[in-house]
């Protein structure tokens, strides 16, 4: 997650800008009426969820949609209209997150 600020992740902590809440607090329904904005929750990664191939896809390099199957030797992206000789790869790793008053999946 990309500071809007300016200042480093500590800097968004400790000067109060950024929430910090139990995963508990964060998940509870009266909670989530806080202002849209980032919140931190501080954990133990306790499991990283990969299966098979999908910790990463191909993606278009303009809009990083992802590919759809290749046509020759190109890339066509029917949901922004590009193609391409080539692909960029992207990356998502799903892990559970646990801080003693609940659990958590969050995609990275």
Known sequence: MSSQSGWSDIEEITNGSAL???INKALS???LEWKEGPIWVVGTIVAINCNNNDWYYKACRRCLKKVET???NRYEFDKCGHTHGITSIR??????VFDGTGSISLLL
Do not use: I, R
């Open 20 to 22: 910090v809440k139990t």
């Open 29 to 31: 329904s009266k909670e």
């Open 70 to 72: 290749p046509v020759d």
């Open 91 to 96: 990356y998502k790793v799903e892990v559970m």
